[in-house]
């Protein structure tokens, strides 16, 4: 006789492989049988209902059914549920007991991201859905000299946003990011193979930076700011000679086709720089998470994502390790005060612990408060029409503690989460890359 499955896991959590090139992946009676089963166990346990809304949709729903139970859910309401899955995965590494390896086998994330492929598949993703993803693309245009201050211009005036909303969805209050006419690309310079780095414990001492869409084309300044510390400490920092975006938009969509091409277009870049002896690092959580995590999940056999997994790091976790070597310069001139630090959830579910709290409080006169929920931003869940306000209720509790901190500055890893939390302020300030707190205090 089998043991019984234990309450809940005891051991570290684990993640299978995500097997989307089996067609069975996309069999719509099996996905349909799988959500009955995991719904059935979240509405058992409703450990997740703070988290994000997808979590009291289901649950709505089924408290508004006949039997009260999830057999009492229509089929077609579950993608109500999906809808609302931005892919944060806290429910996964934060809330649910009931992870691999245990016996239940519940992985929330990839459940929704199966039925996003699935809804991919069939052709019903929308328009604007598909676009606001290319953000490669969509920043390759608005970037463009003459087009970016008419962009930024018309997003600003309330009666283009109202006619945008209407014909394309995109909620007229939400924040939207402007567009540089000179992106980082052209900002920093591409150096050598050959420069040299000093190794300090894990690290190599020299840096290659993905530049990442959002840095890139949208708000530069971080990038900027992230050379100037490196410089400051003696870290050579190169850019890839090319890249493209990382792919973790298409694959919110289930779009593991596009996933794939972006994937063989950056791997074979960032492989070649390791082989350099450059380490691998970019400014998004989401992008490094990509890399870390994502990918080697979506091509487990692929030694070359292996090879650019091993050497990606979270800027902050990079500059930390070298501090614990010895080698991070700690000549701060400038102290920060109060900081509001606001722990996006890419970053968080990497699991390499509260690196930028560390590395700030290094700062003499500072004191880091760190908010540890999620903003709602997602990258696009804040902008669509639909989900705007949503988006506006699950960041009111990261708000609230910021407000109540009284900072000196705030901001997150996720510099578009700050914007979202800086839009929901509403009082006129901004927010604060952590990296460029980290460059004022040195007074470079």
């Known amino acids: 006789m089998p043991a019984p499955a234990r309450e809940s896991n005891l051991e570290a959590p684990t993640r299978h492989p995500v097997d989307w090139q089996d067609d069975r992946y996309y069999d719509r009676e099996a996905l349909f049988e799988e959500m009955a089963r995991v719904f059935d166990v979240c509405h058992g346990c409703r450990r997740c209902v703070s988290l994000c809304n997808a979590f009291p949709t289901l649950f709505d729903l089924v408290d508004a059914s006949a039997t ?6 229509a089929r077609a309401d579950y993608g109500k549920v999906v809808d609302h899955c931005y892919l944060c995965d806290l429910c996964y590494m934060t809330k649910c007991p009931y992870v691999p390896p245990h016996a239940w086998n519940i992985d929330f994330p990839h459940l929704m991201l199966r039925a996003k492929a699935v809804h991919f598949r069939t052709g019903k993703t929308k328009l604007r859905d598909r676009v606001l993803t290319r953000t490669d693309l969509v920043g390759s245009f608005c970037g463009i000299p003459i087009v970016a201050p008419t962009v930024n211009a018309v997003n600003k005036v309330g ?16 924040w939207l ?3 540089s006419a000179k992106p980082l690309r052209k900002r920093l310079a591409r150096l050598p193979d050959d420069t040299p780095g000093e190794a300090a414990g894990r690290t190599r001492g020299k840096l290659a930076l993905f530049a990442t869409c959002y840095m890139n084309r949208n708000e530069p300044g971080p990038g900027e700011d992230f050379a100037a510390v490196c410089a400051h400490n003696g870290i050579p920092l190169t850019l890839a000679v090319k890249e493209r975006c990382c792919g973790m938009p298409r694959l919110e969509l289930g779009d593991f086709a596009s996933v794939q091409k ?3 277009t950056n791997v074979p870049v960032l492989a070649k720089l390791v082989d350099a ?40 976790e990079y500059l930390l390790l070298r501090h614990r070597q010895g080698r991070l310069a700690t000549d701060f001139k400038h102290p920060l005060g109060k900081v509001a630090y606001h722990a996006a959830c890419h970053q968080r579910v990497q699991n390499v612990g509260r690196k930028t709290l560390e590395v700030l409080s290094l700062v003499p006169g500072t004191e880091v408060d760190i908010i540890e929920r999620c903003s709602g931003h997602d990258g696009t869940y804040a902008v669509k029409a639909e989900f705007h306000e949503n988006a506006m209720r699950i960041v009111k509790p990261v708000v609230n503690r910021v407000n109540q901190a009284q900072p000196d500055h705030y901001g997150s890893d996720c510099a578009m989460a700050g914007h979202h939390i800086a839009h929901a302020r509403a009082d006129g300030s901004a927010p604060e890359h952590p990296i460029s707190l980290l460059r004022r205090a040195y007074g470079i």
């Open 159 to 174: 009666i283009a946003r109202k006619a945008v909303q209407a014909v394309a969805g995109i909620h007229a209050e939400a």
């Open 262 to 264: 972006a994937k063989e």
């Open 277 to 316: 002896g450059w380490d691998l690092t970019a400014l998004i959580p989401s992008c490094v998470l990509m890399f870390r995590q994502e990918l080697p999940l979506l091509f487990p056999d692929d030694p070359e994502v292996e090879k650019v997994r091993n050497a990606f790091f979270d800027p902050f």
């Open 68 to 73: 009260m139970e999830v057999d009492g859910v």
């Open 177 to 179: 990011p402007e567009f």
